[in-house]
């Protein structure tokens, strides 16, 4: 996969065009061992086709729970989320997710063996055209030369690929990222970054990205949801789609940089003030 930054990650979404996702006034709750934790609260933001949605908030805000309501792994106690107008009540193989963990791959599957499952299991398509779309994601990542190992035999990056691979391979309506690049040493994370956005301007799939990196989300993200601490609630919905690593030094990049963090740490700046007056 080539590193090089897509030129129509400066294009826009059209935002009149009708939601792919809609969450609706969502809040999400769990139970603890001792407490009824409210995750988020009234949350509403849509995606539309073609969207790189980034979620982003401080740990604890609700973002990736967030993406298990939207997944069918969680039923909001309030609100509704709805994709393609249907609301979601499971999961299902029209969302696919990708996770930050290496471990996510079948260890005793290859490369090959693990982009084709999900697509023979859900039945999404038959065995020749699951063949065919595998080596076709593989050659989109970058892996060919690796479709016959085993994920022991690969790098962080690697495996991540072939996890974004898998997903994308399923075609599905939305992609979920849950911090896929984490735990990425940094100069990996700035080419998997790089290689998403290609990926996405060769394919122009719609996904929601969750990260509490906001360099990650201007670069990444066409749209930004910046959410409060918990329980999260939306702070703003900004405009990112102008933005690639190119830009990271410059004076527009480094204000809506300014701008995302002093929402998310007014509070804690303001309290440290009183404190340093008291």
Known sequence: MSTALPAANAEMVDEHAPALLAVDGVTLQYKTRDHLVTATYRVSFQVHPSDRFVLLGPSGCGKSTLLKGVGGFMAPVEGTIRLKGQTIERPGPDRMM???????????????ENILFPMLVSGRCNRAEAAERA?????????????DAYPHMLSGGMKQRVAIARAMAMEADILLMDEPFAALDALTRRKMQEELLQ?????????????????????????ILVMSPHPGQVKAELNAHQFSHDEQGGGEFQALHNRIHNMLFAERIEEERLHGRS
């Open 135 to 147: 080596w076709a994601y593989i050659d989109k990542v970058n892996l060919t030369k690796f479709a």
């Open 98 to 112: 990708v996770f930050q963990e290496f471990d996510q791959l079948l260890p005793w599957k290859t490369v090959r």
């Open 199 to 223: 990926l996405w301007d060769d394919v122009r799939f719609t996904m929601l990205f969750v990260t509490h990196s906001i360099e990650e989300a201007i670069i990444v993200g066409s749209r």
